[in-house]
Nanobody, 129 residues
């Protein structure tokens, strides 16, 4: 059974930084994608950053480019999201997700439910002005 456990969320002031982690267990796939998505109250879930498990190519939402960095440690089955220069509009519940196998990062970014991914429970990020 695949489990994804996020950590690292919290409350920070605008301009601050946070590092999110996602520990995956029971996950044996070596291909596909891992990613971070977020959902603010009253809004749809949106893609933040995606990384291919093989090769490490990355995709970012325009709103976070240059501020967020996604990375992975395949040996530890752990996904990270370094978030710098945080803004109040970054406030949301952040979710880790992993596809079972094949994915197209650009598509998954805009269609989070594509390829029936596994989801974590989320970690809250709150940025105050």
């Amino acid at each position: 059974q695949v489990q994804l456990v996020e950590s690292g969320g919290g409350s920070v002031q605008a301009g601050g930084s946070l590092r999110l982690s996602c520990a995956a267990s029971g996950y044996t796939y070596t291909s596909g994608c891992m990613g971070w998505f977020r959902q603010a109250p009253g809004k749809e879930r949106e893609g933040v950053a995606i990384i291919y498990r093989r090769g490490g190519s990355t995709f970012y939402a325009d709103s976070v480019k240059g501020r967020f960095t996604i990375s992975q440690d395949n040996a530890k089955n752990t996904l990270y999201l370094q978030m710098n220069s945080l803004k109040p509009e970054d406030t949301a519940m952040y979710y880790c997700a992993v596809t079972k196998s094949y994915c197209v990062g650009g598509v998954w970014m805009s269609e989070p439910q594509s390829w029936d991914p596994y989801w974590g429970q989320g970690t809250q990020v709150t940025v105050s002005s």
